[in-house]
């Protein structure tokens, strides 16, 4: 029997956290990975932990809801009686912290770790990033203070208490708060989800209300309902009252009589000549502040003046026009909703202060900050207190039962105003003076205030007009309006912005495997702008826009990603998507149109929780589990661990493959059988498949970076290449011109495959970085013709590659070189110095190769100055470098000796 622990330390720790931004391992969804410890409550499940279950659903009575694995409310309630450990309990509590800050999500997964008892991958998913980590650091301090405090917890409650640890009580505010600070207006949050519900990709570029929707050359930004269709001159335009008026009334508009003062004196003389009572207000304010209507006398115009002063260049004094105060929202030159708002009001019931009601009215759960909620809260200010003094009031009168009260002079929701819907039922002549107002200021979303008593009735008729026309108009009163209907204001936005259906997105090809990312790449970016297209490429050695680089370095990741994605102007992303980068934080694209699988091979293997190849092939297949329904994923038919990725991948399949036709596996041909498609090798001539035909695209000596059809690793990349542009609508004649005219210079595939001549010898300069890239180079050298005299080769390996991967990679050189130069990097990753070089020794020994054809210099740049002096007369180098640049530079400035030097017995 297991005793009850006694310690007085945490008794969990968190060993990492990452936060996935995008597909990735687990999940298309993005989520928060916690890496937790239990240690010793590995022991202990909920069912043995007491009072536990019961104090936590206290706390949280949400948790209720959770439905858990069972899919209906209850479920993990269930799990809890049943017993569960405390890190699905974390995932659940996270989630629910998360909805009481108002994120309704329900998404979440909890794992062990393979061989580690006790540990847990707990992961949930999340809206906002900084409330997901917070929500999870609070979830587990909030469970840790639940638990007796024999197990070490922080508080312990006495029977079924609910009152929430003092540190944590301020936790659960700061989420709170922190929910509050990162929400989005009602204006931009009502477009962000018509975007998101389109499809449109959606992404927010600051704290506030900037965001960008869709990518590339189709992206368009909006600041609330400002967009990149917004003219600055419209803007500036309808931020000077008096000259929209102007504009207005030149066009036979209907607009206040006013004056623009700069001073209290001449307010009252323009007070008097338009006759009271008059209207002041900034002259170019917003949200209502510093504008009262109503003023009736010099004290009030006075009061006024100074109230509206601060807030604009200068003071407007113009009529006051007769009726309720009207917002009219144009969209494109069209009405699409109206609004007759009015001030809050009090109504009095015979005993209560003007106060005490207001308190009541802000007790409203419609009611909150700013523009958090459907109302906003009334506050008792000087403005308020000013217009009940006109009244004969303040904020502590007692009205008569049933006693209406204006509390404001203005009708904005901004300062606690109702609004309801009005649109149907305004008249055709007020809805065409409206969309007449914005096409004349030129905004493309256009806030009309207009003043009237009927909007049922002709302006004509009934007196009133237009006081102001506002560029990003506020959509609350619209999308919930007080009373009314509420109207679709975002729809007729995005149809402005991306019109006939428009997704906003430029087509994404994603590539991953262990070998031949970039050239494939590099190929298909290639044959894209030959089809006349602006390409964004993320690779392992920078970024390109439209074949320029624009970073440089390792740029294979999401980051990368979403940096070609935001790119204006371009029409095409091709994204190298590497292990590394997905381990650490997912895809940096929700989905895509191509994704394509090269090969899976035993590299990075013992690194990030990949242990066997059929874990890094669960990794490389999140590219095409993440292809969208209508798109393509391209798969290698050749190797069996990509192939079987097959039945997860999205949209539909196109095989690649080096076998003929009568070679292919059954799947290859059943897919063909379902409108799949493939591009194979015959007798050197590449065959697209579809329907049931063959068409010969070319023969593979016809691209140059297949040296002649030596390189068989770059007919496999062609083949992939091919097949990608080929699914993302390339036409045949285009592939085969772009393809023909695609070689391996350093220009065009830095580090891959890169030949240098010298006059004496050839050089050859490649990335390869694994057994499997170097038994692929090995075999090109053998196959060139004419053969080189010798081949010595320049070989290192990464430091943080296990040990029997580097003494394969010795092997694989002793086997396919004459003479071989052994090197290591200068980043030693973790090893001692010497000890990767060591271990290439070895495992070329062990090959059998003789030690007198070895050679160890572990400095890059002089293994590759000694391999560079071993070359004569008709050999070949080959040296797989790390600093590509540097190494690059190294070999074209060589001078070689023009000694002949005696041939070798071709090794293995």
């Given at each position: 029997?297991?005793?009850?622990?006694?310690?007085?330390?945490?008794?969990?720790?968190?060993?990492?956290?990452?936060?996935?931004r995008?597909?990735?391992?687990?999940?298309?969804?993005?989520?928060?990975?916690?890496?937790?410890?239990?240690?010793?409550?590995?022991?202990?499940?909920?069912?043995?932990?007491?009072?536990?279950?019961?104090?936590?659903?206290?706390?949280?009575?949400?948790?209720?809801?959770?439905?858990?694995?069972?899919?209906?409310?209850?479920?993990?309630?269930?799990?809890?009686?049943?017993?569960?450990?405390?890190?699905?309990?974390?995932?659940?509590?996270?989630?629910?912290?998360?909805?009481?800050?108002?994120?309704?999500?329900?998404?979440?997964?909890?794992?062990?770790?393979?061989?580690?008892?006790?540990?847990?991958?707990?992961?949930?998913?999340?809206?906002?990033?900084?409330i997901g980590?917070?929500?999870?650091?609070?979830?587990?301090?909030?469970?840790?203070?639940?638990?007796?405090?024999?197990?070490?917890?922080?508080?312990?409650?006495?029977?079924?208490?609910?009152?929430?640890?003092?540190?944590?009580?301020?936790?659960?505010?700061?989420?709170?708060?922190?929910?509050?600070?990162?929400?989005?207006?009602?204006?931009?949050?009502?477009?962000?989800?018509?975007?998101?519900?389109?499809?449109?990709?959606?992404?927010?570029?600051?704290?506030?209300?900037?965001?960008?929707?869709?990518?590339?050359?189709?992206?368009?930004r909006?600041?609330?309902?400002?967009?990149?269709?917004t003219?600055?001159?419209?803007?500036?335009?309808?931020?000077?009252?008096?000259l929209?008026?102007?504009?207005?009334?030149?066009?036979?508009?209907?607009?206040?009589?006013?004056?623009?003062?700069?001073?209290?004196?001449?307010?009252?003389?323009?007070?008097?000549?338009?006759?009271?009572p008059?209207?002041?207000?900034?002259?170019?304010?917003?949200?209502?502040?510093?504008?009262?209507?109503?003023?009736?006398?010099?004290?009030?115009?006075?009061?006024?003046?100074?109230?509206?002063?601060?807030?604009?260049?200068?003071?407007?004094?113009?009529?006051?026009?007769?009726?309720?105060?009207?917002?009219?929202?144009?969209?494109?030159?069209?009405?699409?909703?109206?609004?007759?708002?009015?001030?809050?009001?009090?109504?009095?019931?015979?005993?209560?202060?003007?106060?005490?009601?207001?308190?009541?009215?802000?007790?409203?759960?419609?009611?909150?900050?700013?523009?958090?909620?459907?109302?906003?809260?009334?506050?008792?200010?000087?403005?308020?207190?000013?217009?009940?003094?006109?009244?004969?009031?303040?904020?502590?009168?007692?009205?008569?039962?049933?006693?209406?009260?204006?509390?404001?002079?203005?009708?904005?929701?901004?300062?606690?105003?109702?609004?309801?819907?009005?649109?149907d039922?305004?008249h055709?002549?007020?809805?065409?003076?409206?969309?007449?107002?914005?096409?004349?200021?030129?905004?493309?979303?256009?806030?009309?205030?207009?003043?009237?008593?009927?909007?049922?009735?002709?302006?004509?008729?009934?007196?009133?007009?237009?006081?102001?026309?506002?560029?990003g108009?506020?959509?609350?009163?619209?999308?919930?309006?007080?009373?009314?209907?509420?109207?679709?204001?975002?729809?007729?936005?995005?149809?402005?912005?991306?019109?006939?259906?428009?997704?906003?997105?430029?087509?994404i090809?994603?590539?991953?495997?262990?070998?031949?990312?970039?050239?494939?790449?590099?190929?298909?970016?290639?044959?894209?702008?030959?089809?006349?297209?602006?390409?964004?490429?993320?690779?392992?050695?920078?970024?390109?826009?439209?074949?320029?680089?624009?970073?440089?370095?390792?740029?294979?990741?999401?980051?990368?990603?979403?940096?070609?994605?935001?790119?204006?102007?371009v029409?095409?992303?091709?994204?190298?998507?590497?292990?590394?980068?997905i381990?650490?934080?997912?895809?940096?694209?929700?989905?895509?149109?191509?994704?394509?699988?090269?090969?899976?091979?035993?590299d990075?293997?013992?690194?990030?929780?990949?242990?066997?190849?059929?874990?890094?092939?669960?990794?490389?297949?999140?590219?095409?589990?993440a292809?969208?329904?209508?798109?393509?994923?391209?798969?290698?038919?050749?190797?069996?661990?990509?192939a079987?990725?097959?039945?997860?991948?999205?949209?539909?399949?196109?095989?690649?493959?080096?076998?003929p036709?009568?070679?292919?596996?059954?799947?290859?041909?059943?897919?063909?059988?379902?409108?799949?498609?493939?591009?194979?090798?015959?007798?050197e001539?590449?065959?697209?498949?579809?329907?049931?035909?063959?068409?010969?695209?070319?023969?593979?000596?016809?691209?140059?970076?297949?040296?002649?059809?030596?390189?068989?690793?770059?007919?496999?990349?062609?083949?992939?290449?091919?097949?990608?542009?080929?699914?993302?609508?390339?036409?045949?004649?285009?592939l085969?011109?772009?393809?023909?005219?695609?070689?391996?210079?350093?220009?065009?595939?830095?580090?891959?495959?890169?030949?240098h001549?010298?006059?004496?010898?050839?050089?050859?300069?490649?990335?390869?970085?694994?057994?499997?890239?170097?038994?692929?180079?090995?075999?090109?050298?053998?196959r060139?013709?004419?053969?080189?005299?010798?081949?010595?080769?320049?070989?290192?390996a990464?430091?943080?590659?296990?040990?029997?991967?580097?003494?394969?990679?010795?092997a694989?050189?002793?086997?396919?070189?004459?003479?071989?130069?052994?090197?290591?990097?200068?980043?030693?990753?973790?090893?001692?110095?010497?000890?990767?070089?060591?271990?290439?020794?070895?495992?070329?020994?062990?090959?059998?190769?003789?030690?007198?054809?070895?050679?160890?210099?572990?400095?890059?740049?002089?293994?590759?100055?000694?391999?560079?002096?071993?070359?004569?007369?008709?050999?070949?180098?080959?040296?797989?470098?790390?600093?590509?640049?540097?190494?690059?530079?190294?070999?074209?400035?060589?001078?070689?000796?023009?000694?002949?030097?005696?041939?070798?017995?071709r090794?293995?």
């Amino acid at each position: 029997m297991t005793t009850t622990p006694h310690v007085s330390a945490r008794p969990m720790q968190v060993r990492r956290i990452r936060v996935y931004r995008g597909p990735h391992l687990h999940s298309m969804t993005p989520m928060v990975q916690v890496e937790l410890d239990l240690g010793w409550l590995e022991q202990w499940p909920t069912d043995r932990l007491g009072e536990f279950s019961a104090r936590l659903v206290a706390l949280l009575p949400g948790l209720a809801d959770h439905g858990c694995s069972d899919g209906v409310p209850g479920g993990f309630l269930r799990r809890l009686e049943e017993g569960t450990w405390l890190g699905h309990v974390i995932e659940h509590v996270a989630l629910e912290l998360q909805a009481r800050a108002g994120h309704r999500i329900t998404r979440g997964k909890t794992r062990s770790v393979k061989d580690q008892p006790g540990v847990y991958h707990v992961m949930y998913a999340y809206q906002d990033r900084e409330i997901g980590l917070l929500a999870g650091r609070l979830a587990i301090e909030l469970v840790e203070s639940l638990l007796p405090l024999e197990f070490g917890g922080v508080l312990g409650l006495g029977g079924f208490g609910v009152e929430v640890p003092g540190h944590l009580a301020e936790g659960l505010e700061r989420l709170q708060d922190l929910a509050r600070e990162r929400a989005l207006g009602p204006t931009t949050a009502a477009l962000v989800q018509e975007a998101e519900r389109r499809g449109i990709p959606v992404a927010r570029l600051d704290g506030d209300s900037l965001m960008r929707l869709g990518q590339g050359r189709h992206q368009k930004r909006i600041r609330a309902s400002c967009t990149d269709l917004t003219s600055q001159v419209a803007t500036d335009i309808a931020g000077d009252k008096d000259l929209t008026k102007a504009l207005l009334s030149e066009a036979g508009l209907p607009v206040p009589r006013g004056a623009t003062v700069r001073s209290r004196d001449d307010a009252v003389e323009a007070a008097r000549r338009l006759g009271f009572p008059v209207v002041a207000k900034p002259l170019d304010g917003n949200h209502g502040r510093g504008v009262n209507t109503g003023l009736a006398s010099d004290h009030d115009v006075r009061w006024a003046f100074d109230q509206a002063a601060p807030e604009g260049a200068a003071v407007i004094v113009e009529q006051m026009m007769p009726g309720d105060d009207h917002r009219i929202l144009v969209v494109g030159g069209r009405v699409v909703a109206a609004a007759r708002r009015l001030p809050p009001i009090a109504i009095g019931d015979g005993a209560s202060t003007i106060r005490e009601i207001v308190a009541e009215m802000n007790r409203d759960p419609r009611r909150g900050v700013g523009h958090e909620a459907v109302l906003t809260r009334i506050e008792i200010d000087d403005c308020m207190e000013h217009f009940l003094a006109s009244q004969g009031l303040g904020p502590d009168s007692v009205l008569r039962p049933g006693q209406e009260v204006r509390l404001r002079p203005t009708a904005n929701l901004s300062t606690g105003g109702t609004a309801t819907d009005v649109t149907d039922i305004m008249h055709p002549g007020t809805r065409l003076a409206a969309e007449r107002a914005a096409r004349i200021v030129g905004l493309d979303i256009a806030g009309i205030d207009l003043v009237c008593p009927d909007i049922t009735r002709p302006l004509s008729e009934t007196g009133g007009g237009i006081v102001e026309v506002n560029a990003g108009p506020g959509f609350r009163m619209h999308v919930a309006p007080s009373a009314g209907r509420p109207r679709d204001v975002a729809g007729p936005v995005m149809d402005l912005l991306f019109p006939e259906g428009s997704q906003g997105r430029i087509p994404i090809f994603a590539v991953t495997g262990t070998n031949g990312k970039s050239t494939t790449g590099r190929m298909l970016a290639h044959v894209l702008r030959a089809s006349g297209q602006r390409v964004g490429l993320t690779s392992t050695t920078g970024i390109l826009i439209d074949g320029r680089e624009v970073e440089t370095g390792d740029c294979a990741g999401p980051g990368s990603a979403r940096l070609v994605l935001a790119e204006p102007g371009v029409d095409a992303a091709v994204l190298e998507c590497a292990r590394g980068g997905i381990l650490r934080e997912g895809l940096g694209f929700q989905d895509c149109d191509v994704g394509c699988v090269l090969n899976v091979r035993p590299d990075h293997l013992g690194q990030g929780g990949v242990a066997t190849l059929e874990d890094m092939a669960a990794v490389k297949s999140v590219v095409v589990e993440a292809v969208r329904r209508d798109g393509w994923s391209v798969l290698n038919a050749d190797d069996p661990l990509v192939a079987g990725m097959a039945d997860d991948a999205g949209g539909r399949i196109c095989w690649f493959s080096l076998r003929p036709e009568a070679e292919w596996h059954d799947s290859l041909r059943e897919g063909l059988a379902r409108q799949d498609r493939a591009v194979s090798q015959e007798n050197e001539t590449i065959i697209l498949h579809q329907d049931g035909r063959r068409l010969a695209l070319m023969s593979v000596r016809d691209i140059p970076a297949t040296f002649g059809g030596a390189a068989l690793f770059n007919i496999e990349n062609a083949l992939a290449a091919i097949a990608m542009a080929w699914c993302g609508g390339v036409e045949p004649a285009t592939l085969r011109d772009a393809m023909s005219s695609f070689a391996t210079s350093y220009e065009t595939t830095p580090g891959r495959l890169n030949l240098h001549r010298n006059g004496v010898f050839d050089t050859i300069l490649d990335y390869a970085h694994c057994a499997g890239s170097l038994e692929a180079l090995g075999t090109f050298v053998r196959r060139l013709d004419p053969a080189p005299r010798r081949v010595i080769a320049l070989v290192g390996a990464p430091g943080d590659r296990r040990d029997e991967d580097i003494r394969t990679m010795g092997a694989v050189a002793g086997r396919h070189f004459d003479i071989v130069v052994f090197k290591e990097d200068q980043d030693l990753r973790g090893r001692a110095p010497g000890e990767a070089a060591a271990l290439l020794m070895e495992g070329a020994l062990g090959a059998g190769c003789p030690r007198s054809r070895l050679f160890t210099v572990r400095d890059e740049v002089e293994a590759t100055r000694h391999a560079l002096r071993l070359g004569g007369p008709g050999d070949l180098v080959v040296v797989t470098a790390d600093d590509i640049a540097a190494v690059w530079d190294q070999i074209r400035s060589f001078s070689p000796r023009t000694r002949e030097v005696p041939a070798l017995a071709r090794a293995g």
